[in-house]
């Protein structure tokens, strides 16, 4: 064969796969993955290491509030049943008696039959650990007084000249006053726990009329 009749095969440009190109290629990227300020020491972004520091004061704030809040409820709540009893008679002080009658179901647990005829029927109730107490205050007429006395269970016969059986203690709470020269007559109607010990303390200035002061003590 001539050399005219040999087929001239055109030279190829290098291709961007050759092995020259990758490997300056490959030397490129370990410098850049390699650049200093990029990360920790340990691989961790800085950014990423702030957010899990956040995660854990997130975290530690909540523990505190689900400790901590319980915690001063029972402290405050603790406090406040101790306060609770003394409270409620320096409310009863404050506010005085209600002019009112108290309900039937007060005058069957403190034991307390007022006449249907009476008239300024005051009375407040007061409730802590140790006792119950209900003050109760009306006028009736000698034979109310009489029907009075009788659903207590004692009488009369009963009441003593001359002696006021409302205590000082008593008295503060309620404001009542049993002072000279009035006509007073007293008695104590006691009964065995749970049921309720009632002080009576009448006023008989007018027999006709005579306005009673009663005190009906019962401990749970």
Same mark, same amino acid.
């Given at each position: 064969m001539t050399a005219a009749e040999h087929h001239i095969v055109p030279r190829q440009p290098p291709?961007?796969?050759?092995? &020259?190109s990758s490997g300056s290629s490959g030397s490129g990227s370990s410098g850049s993955a390699g650049s200093p300020g990029s990360g920790d020491g340990d691989g961790t972004p800085p950014q990423d290491r702030r957010r899990v520091v956040r995660r854990r004061l997130i975290t530690l704030t909540i523990i505190v509030l689900l400790i901590g809040?319980?915690?001063?409820?029972?402290?405050?709540?603790?406090?406040?049943? =101790? =306060?609770?009893?003394?409270? #409620?008679?320096?409310?009863?002080?404050?506010?005085?008696?209600?002019?009112?009658?108290?309900?039937?179901?007060q005058r069957r647990i403190f034991e307390l039959p007022?006449?249907?005829?009476? @008239? &300024?029927?005051?009375?407040y109730e007061t409730n802590?650990?140790?006792?119950?107490?209900?003050?109760? #205050?009306?006028?009736?007429t000698s034979a109310g007084l009489d029907r009075f006395l009788s659903g207590v269970g004692t009488g009369r016969a009963a009441l003593?000249?001359?002696k006021v059986t409302i205590g000082q203690r008593d008295i503060k709470i309620t404001g009542w006053l049993?002072?000279?020269? @009035?006509?007073?007559?007293?008695t104590v109607h #006691?009964?065995?726990?749970?049921?309720p010990t009632q002080s009576i303390t009448v006023n008989m200035t007018d027999p006709a009329a005579p306005v009673v002061y009663v005190v009906s003590a019962a401990t749970p």
């Open positions: 291709s961007s796969g050759s092995p &020259g809040i319980p915690a001063g409820y029972l402290v405050i709540s603790a406090g406040q049943s =101790r =306060r609770s009893g003394k409270d #409620k008679e320096a409310e009863a002080s404050a506010q005085g008696l209600r002019e009112d009658w108290p309900s039937g179901m007022i006449p249907g005829n009476a @008239v &300024g029927v005051q009375y802590n650990w140790k006792a119950s107490r209900m003050y109760v #205050k009306f006028r009736t003593e000249t001359g049993f002072g000279p020269g @009035v006509d007073w007559s007293g #006691k009964n065995k726990d749970p049921r």
